[in-house]
């Protein structure tokens, strides 16, 4: 065996024992490292349309999710193997003498899935579900997942808003090998929607025709990367990138900090986004987003073309939260992200119950308060109130300011201790109102919301 043979094995000895040293020392193995919990979620709510009342002015649904997650260990060696599965299952116990907001065309309530028959105040379906499988491979301090995802950073989130979550399918690799650095990448082609158990491709407002998803336009690949840097123990920088394949490229710059201030701390939390067409969206009037874009003869839609910029500041003390923020979103088309018109979430500040305050040339001021009550001997019990208020919202061929508010309620309680510990109990409050001259709806909602996670494994 000659030098550079034996340097090359040598090196590479090294550098496996190093990654089974910083990554697989500790794998117990893909049974003996299992983990598995049964979740459980009762979940009411009652959304009542108080202006421009549709057909339907009043929709409550009513059911029971299970979700059940088996997350097995890796196995042992230089490379580890693992296993994931999410199994989910909703049952629907009302929808309010029919009353579940369903039409014709999307086939599907706010809740559960719809029946294919039955035109507007379709019948539910009397349960739904879905088995999720995810294939994992860890390398020292790197992971990657393929199949079913729940991603969570600035450029896409799932929601987890109904009786059970959205999931996506995917691949993502997460790395943690350079200290206080974490790298993402990942790309999804399909979303299962909180109220479905069918794979669909993905979508942004405006092109997704949510009231016929036959008439709109999607697309199966959605490209996300970013960093996550903490430079002081109290300061985190990041940077995140996202583009849906003929629809929107999106870049985010993001700082948080915290500020010990007197007998509290301070977090800033500053956001930007950069978001601009691609492909189709630069060209094709059936690929536009929804907002103000004077260039075209579609009204209210045009090419994807928007900056957000946000800062939103939380001081905590003895139990309290006081908390205010401002958004501004410049630009002439709305914000936009994953949405597919079945229910989505995004990771703006303004991200709320029933609204997102992200349309074009949309100004929000956000004053917020919460409590803990454990500060005055009642662990587990906390309560909280947001109030945003936005206006210069841009609406085509309307004159003066258009303007929206919104006004949320939260009280929980989780159970610290004991036989029924972990059981939660949650209200939330919601009002809406706006003055867009655009087919909106004023609303008031009301969700009940019971939660028990039993530990399996």
Request: charged share 20%; net charge neutral.
């Amino acid at each position: 065996m000659n030098k550079c043979t034996l340097a090359l094995a040598v090196a590479v000895g090294v550098l496996s024992q190093q990654a089974y040293a910083d990554g697989q020392a500790d794998a117990k193995g893909f049974i003996e490292g299992a983990t598995s919990t049964l979740g459980l979620r009762n979940f009411y709510i009652n959304t009542d349309n108080r202006s421009n009342k549709p057909a339907q002015s009043l929709a409550s649904e009513w059911g029971q999710g299970f979700d059940l997650r088996i997350n097995s260990g890796y196995t042992q060696g230089t490379v580890g193997f693992g296993l994931d599965v999410i199994a989910l299952e909703g049952i629907r116990l009302d929808t309010g003498g029919g009353s579940n907001g369903a039409t014709k065309t999307n086939y599907s309530s706010t809740v559960f899935p719809s029946e294919a028959t039955g035109g507007n105040n379709a019948k539910s379906v009397n349960d739904f579900g879905s088995v999720g499988l995810t294939g994992k491979v860890r390398v020292s301090q790197t992971e990657l997942k393929v199949g079913t995802l729940l991603p969570n950073n600035p450029v896409i989130k799932y929601n987890d808003g109904r009786l059970l979550p959205q999931t996506f399918t995917g691949g993502q690799i997460t790395s943690n090998e350079i200290k206080d650095l974490t790298l993402t990448l990942g790309q999804v082609e399909k979303s299962k929607a909180r109220n479905s158990s069918n794979d669909e491709d993905l979508s942004i407002a405006g092109a997704n025709s949510s009231s016929d998803f036959s008439k709109g336009k999607f697309s199966n690949k959605f490209l996300y990367g970013g960093a996550d840097y903490k430079i002081t123990k109290d300061l985190v920088a990041s940077y995140y990138y996202g583009e849906l394949k003929d629809f929107y490229s999106q870049n985010f710059l993001g700082l948080v900090h915290n500020w010990s201030i007197g007998p509290g701390v301070l977090k800033s939390d500053l956001r930007y986004y950069r978001s601009r067409d691609n492909g189709a969206n630069g060209n094709n009037s059936a690929y536009y987003t929804s907002g103000y874009y004077p260039n075209t003869a579609t009204p209210a839609k045009g090419k994807v073309d928007n900056d957000l910029y946000s800062y939103l500041a939380l001081y905590s003390v003895a139990g309290h939260t006081f908390g205010a923020g401002y958004q501004y979103t410049k630009g002439d088309s709305d914000f936009p992200w994953l949405n597919q018109g079945d229910g989505s979430s995004n990771s703006t500040i303004t991200d709320m119950q029933i609204q997102k305050f992200a349309r074009a040339g949309e100004r929000t001021w956000q004053a917020r308060y919460a409590y803990d009550f454990a500060k005055v001997g009642v662990p587990g019990l906390t309560a909280g109130i947001i109030y945003l208020r936005g206006d210069n919202i841009n609406i085509q061929n309307v004159s003066g300011s258009q303007s929206e508010w919104e006004r949320d309620i939260s009280l929980a309680y989780v159970i610290p201790e004991g036989t029924f510990k972990n059981l939660g109990f949650a209200w939330k409050n919601a009002m809406w109102r706006t003055s867009t001259a655009v087919a909106s709806t004023d609303q008031d909602e009301n969700r009940l919301i019971v939660s028990y996670t039993i530990p399996l494994l």
